[in-house]
């Protein structure tokens, strides 16, 4: 079954990315169809998205996945630099 997560993070006002969105099958395919409609970066890691679905919506993603979670942040500058 299909999961999604999706993160925010405002440095001007957050220490910490948080959880701002998750779920499996319909709610996730929601997920990403709504990234897509506000031509946001999706990146597919099943890994990470099985981690965070474990983490509270709203809450602070935990010390233990801030690389991965860095990766991801990096990735998303490296493609919307590119546009």
């Known amino acids: 079954m299909k999961k999604a997560a999706a993160l925010r993070y405002d440095k001007e006002k957050e220490?910490?990315?948080?959880?701002?969105?998750?779920?499996?099958?319909?709610?996730?395919?929601n997920i990403i169809k709504i990234a897509e409609l506000h031509n946001?970066?999706?990146?597919?890691?099943?890994?990470?998205?099985?981690l965070l679905s474990k983490?509270?919506?709203?809450k602070e993603v935990p010390e233990a996945l801030y690389k991965a979670v860095a990766e991801i942040f990096s990735f998303i500058y490296k493609v919307t630099k590119k546009s």
Do not use: F, S
């Open 55 to 58: 983490v509270e919506l709203g």
């Open 15 to 29: 220490n910490v990315p948080r959880v701002v969105a998750k779920g499996e099958g319909r709610t996730a395919e």
């Open 40 to 50: 946001l970066p999706i990146r597919k890691d099943e890994d990470l998205v099985e």
